[in-house]
């Protein structure tokens, strides 16, 4: 059975939006730094596929199929996306499979398959869902030392309490944190 496991980056507040339009236009980029991207891609591990939102989808096809030769984008554009959609017919940047009417089924389907692990990026709806039905294995927080106040949280007031194992932490020499926790289930109060 495949493992499926959240990577976000987030600030100290738990906002995760960023990029063009956003109220914060790319706040990650002050603190990047080649030991960061090494943890990160270690993170990743060697073979992956993705699942991710239609959203998700839309902004990373207009950015990684011309990223360039790197590693992170050679990985990226290599991997198989699955893609929780209302319009299949227009997914282009393949390899790409569309998660079906029935998500929760589609990724119950894929994560029993044979194939690499598969990581979750971005999609804040797709992983409020994933956690509830407890399909998600292992979360990565990429978490910067900004408070932003205002965006897109991680989490969602729909979110029922998640308990998470602590596995490891990372840090780099920009204050970044690299977390990674086990998915324990539900929280018990």
């Known amino acids: 059975m495949r493992k499926i496991k959240i990577m976000e980056h987030v600030s100290l507040d738990g906002i ?9 236009d790319n706040w990650t980029a002050p603190y990047r730094s080649p030991a960061g991207l090494e943890a990160v891609m270690e993170s990743h591990g060697s073979a992956f596929d993705l699942l991710l939102g239609r959203v998700t989808y839309d902004i990373w096809a207009a950015y990684w199929p011309y990223a360039g030769n790197t590693p992170i984008a050679n990985g990226i554009n290599a991997a198989t996306k699955y893609i929780a959609t209302h319009r299949p017919e227009s997914l282009e940047w393949g390899p790409v499979e569309e998660l079906g009417t029935d998500i929760v089924e589609g990724v119950r389907k894929i994560k029993a398959a044979d194939g690499p692990d598969i990581i979750l990026w971005g999609s804040s709806t797709l992983t409020s869902i ?6 998600i294995d292992e979360v990565v927080l990429i978490t910067y030392p900004v408070l932003l106040g205002k965006g897109k949280r991680f ?21 970044v944190l690299i977390n990674t926790y086990k998915h324990v289930g539900a929280l018990k109060v």
């Open 155 to 175: 989490f969602s007031d729909i979110v029922y309490a998640r308990e998470l194992a602590f596995v490891s932490s990372k840090v780099t020499t920009t204050g």
């Open 130 to 135: 994933l956690l509830d039905q407890g399909l």
């Open 16 to 24: 995760i939006e960023q990029g063009e339009g956003y109220a914060y």
